[in-house]
């Protein structure tokens, strides 16, 4: 029969900075199945060290360790993982129980790392039953005393029917009666047949065990038998012993991730304010991308209707170079348009269906002590079908009086509010550059066009204003109606041929432009790609932002639990399990957050449009979007503090203070 434990000339050696100490020099040991052995020695003579070797905490310098004749210590570090999880049970000085959870919870942490399948509860209050705690299964551990926590700590210990247990000072922070207590427990496991190796300095609980091993120095002094020695083995089965070193079920085993699932949820609640304000950055970068998004998209399809209303099959032609727009004046030669360029635009048909002449300039209005200048509109008859400002107070004007170059004027609201006040203005005389005008109607507020305020105007028949007003016999510019989007262009060519040949143009004179909605349409739509760019940019920068904030919050985190990680790792847990948790937990972090946020921004769209009257229209891409970067934040954030975890140490980990 194969010992349990066999030790071969084993060295550790620590470094601390320039300082080594030699904790272990040369310690050769064999443990039989069923043994109760116990350490002893001074402070610092190498027990605890000897013990994580021994419970595969730590890996020897030089020498050999097999258990059951199988050499452990080559083995990879998930290879020794799933060993403890299978082999050992530990039981520390100080316990090491998560305060937040249970302690049932506690007891059946160990089987989150088997890969077992089964939530294993009956499991864990049956070893608390052993121990007896059955009655405060529900409790955490800040609610027992010392003595109950080390019960736990050894129900803990037992659930996954390890073969060794390994206790370092288990009664070390413990009364004399608590310590009884314990020794009595796991004196009793002993005699069921477990091997118990157990570290301590005080001979009355050396003197539970048969075996005494005295150490000095990181050596062996004295190894002493008592009561007949080794008891018989209560398993013969030990030649044919298997190590199982796979440590279970793949990491995405449904029990392994329901776990990191329902710990990361505990471990934020255990930390409402802390998670709260370290996922803030995130909140509120995704609830302002949604909210603005939301807008945007409401004053694209606000633009949209409005460009509809317009007529998106007008187009515009103005004299002057299509290269310099705006500052046709003075540019060289513009082509001038009269009243006959416009009715031959019009015989255009079918290819156009309406056309209008306008001339424009600026004109000072005067009514009673108000004086406001404004944009002067002589407008053709069909200017207000095509330009839809039928006015819906009022009247726009006949076609006789366009002919007589009658004196009637209608006005914007902006005028009417400056000249009028909260009069009606309907029926009053006004002045426009010293000479009476009658005001027919109202035109329809149209609000805004870039910083232009389209309500700033007053329209007057196009005679009137060419002949009374301006005292110029030329249009400024030609609005034309083509009978359907699809023949934009025919109609545009069309006209450009017609004037050129009206105007003995040659096919290179730019004298003047053609230009269509389209092409508002197209300037608007990269207006809004620029609003959305710069969108984009804030949230990136605002989930940056909020990005390090979480990196930061799961550093402090890792910090935090150090000790907790640790023991995890000393009951099972493998590198990519610590891994996971974190992840879990900083991704379960920005995704509250982000949804948080969504809901934040859609809730202060909505306020937008209610009281503002703004229009907003939340897509759903920008929910979708934001969701899936705040699991990205999440992950890309939180990986480099989840390594941190898994790259610990167990014994240093354990060690943390
Ligand atoms: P014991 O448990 O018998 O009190 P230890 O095995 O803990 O002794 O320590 C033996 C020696 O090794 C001590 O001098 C201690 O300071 C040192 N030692 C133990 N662990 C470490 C470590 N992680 N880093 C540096 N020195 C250590
Ligand atoms: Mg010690």
Redesign the pocket.
Known sequence: MKPVIELRDVH?T???GEST????RGVSLTVEQGEFVA?M????????????ILGLLDNPDKGEYLIFGNNVNQLSEDEQAGLRNNLAGFVFQQFHLLRRMSIVDNVRLPHIYSGLKGDFRQEAVRRLALVGLEHRIGHTPNQLSGGEQQRVAIARALVRDPLIIFA??PTGNLDTKNSAEIMKILKGLNEEGKTVIM?T?EPDIAAYAERVIT?RD?VILSDERREGGIRPAATGATDAYELHLSGGAPLWSDGRFVGFMAQAFQSILANKIRSLLSVLGILVGVASVIAMMALGEGAKFAMQEQLKSMGSNLLSIRGGSAKIRGAAQGAGAVTRFTMKDVEAIAALAPLVRNATGVASGSGQAVFENNNWSTNLEGAGYDYAVMRSTTPSIGRWFTREELQRREKVAIVGVTVVRELFGSANPIGKTIKINRINFKVIGIAPAKGFSGPRDEDDIVIIPVTTAMYRVLGKDYLTSIYVEASNPAQIEAAENAIDELIRKRHRLKADDDTFNIRDMTEIQKMLSSTTETMSMLLGSIAAISLLVGGIGIMNIMLVSVTERTREIGLRKAIGARKNDIMLQFLVESVGMTISGGLIGIMTGIGISLLLSFFAGWAVKTSLLSIFLATAFSVMTGLFFGLWPARKAADLKP??AL?YE
């Not at 100490?21 to 272990?24: D, E, K, M, R, S």
């Not at 020695?41 to 994580?52: H, I, M, N, V």
Request: proline share 0%.
């Open positions: 550790r620590y470094h601390i100490v030699h904790a272990l350490i020695g001074a402070s610092g003579s190498g027990k605890s060290s000897l013990l994580q370092d000072e570290v300095h150490m990181g014994v240093e060690r």
